[in-house]
């Protein structure tokens, strides 16, 4: 007997609120990231197990955008991590507000 | 809802992998130390490529396992050494009103989605693997049939990746790179 697909979406929805849960309550840039990267994983599940029980080879290829974009997004986003980091010696996004009006 | 459906071995592999994602995403969330953050990430990363074993995912469980557990790992165990942000609670302390809105938040639209994906159909059961053009369609022969398949939608989006990886190779270098005299930058 093999698993419903139910299984899987409600899995890919725990981990997902769990990631929406770390980005709200974390002030560490990094730690939102990670959180961010939870979020993007709970997605590629949902879309690996949504083209497997529908029989279409869809949802593997998204999962495959879904990493590189992921790639690219944490590259960027560390870089820029680093760059405020080496002018503000703070990198707290409660401090981090420079560009409020 | 047949949960008898969890004791057959696939089942057990499913319950295992589940739980362990859980936990580690947990771990994730609420863990002060950004390193233990970061590894309990590790393993979440590996639980969630065995899940994707289960569904039959081979290139992508191990694509999870090299790029996510590998690649974007090191780097983030990387930037955290490199920030000195391995002590505990450098600025990771809650907040208590924030932290709980949050959580309830989140635990709501879990919830929410949860009784959608539960209510909506009741038992969608398992179809025989697809086969592509004579390869099932997780493998590595699979992914590469379809993907580089110019009739499919796939490969023009596959190209612009390329693109968009340089283009973030390029913002990285230059985000990150050494500026020690601004105004050369200038010139």
Redesign the interface.
């Known amino acids: 007997m093999s698993i419903p697909l139910n299984y899987y979406i409600v899995l890919s929805m725990i981990l997902f609120s769990l990631g929406i849960a770390g980005v709200t309550t974390r002030r560490n840039p990094i730690l939102i990231f990670m959180s961010i990267e939870l979020m993007l994983n709970a997605v590629n599940l949902s879309l690996i197990a949504f083209g497997r029980y529908l029989g279409d080879a869809g949802g593997q290829m998204l999962t495959i955008f879904v990493m590189a974009v992921a790639a690219a997004e944490v590259s960027v986003g560390l870089g820029i991590l680093i760059a405020i980091f080496r002018t503000k010696d703070n990198v707290d996004v409660d401090v981090l507000n420079g560009l409020k009006g | 809802?047949?949960l008898?459906?969890?004791l057959?071995g696939?089942?057990l592999m499913?319950l295992f992998f589940?739980v362990a994602?859980?936990a580690s995403?947990?771990l994730?969330?609420i863990l002060q130390n950004?390193l233990r953050?970061?590894l309990s990430?590790v393993i979440?990363?590996f639980s969630?490529a065995g899940?994707?074993l289960?569904?039959?995912?081979y290139?992508?469980a191990t694509?999870?396992v090299i790029?996510?557990a590998g690649?974007?790992m090191v780097?983030?165990l990387f930037?955290?050494m490199?920030?000195n942000?391995g002590q505990a609670n450098?600025?990771?302390?809650?907040r208590g009103v924030?932290?709980i809105?949050?959580?309830s938040?989140?635990?709501g639209?879990?919830g929410l989605?949860?009784a959608v994906?539960?209510k909506g159909?009741p038992?969608?059961?398992?179809?025989?693997?697809?086969i592509?053009t004579g390869s099932p369609?997780?493998s590595v022969e699979?992914?590469g049939k379809?993907?580089y398949n110019p009739n499919l939608p796939?490969l023009f989006?596959?190209e612009w990746?390329s693109f968009?990886?340089l283009?973030?190779?390029i913002?990285?270098?230059?985000?990150?790179g050494n500026r020690q005299q601004p105004s050369e930058d200038k010139a």
């Open positions: 809802m047949t008898q459906a969890l057959s696939q089942g499913f589940a994602a859980i995403g947990l994730v969330v950004p953050a970061a990430l979440n990363l969630v899940l994707y289960s569904l039959n995912a290139f992508l694509v999870q790029v996510y690649a974007i780097l983030f930037v955290i490199l920030l942000m450098m600025n990771t302390s809650y924030r932290t809105i949050a959580f938040s989140a635990i639209f879990g989605m949860s994906a539960l159909q038992d969608v059961m398992l179809p025989a693997d697809a592509v369609a997780g699979g992914i379809v993907l796939w989006a596959f990746t968009l990886l283009v973030a190779v913002g990285a270098v230059v985000l990150a």
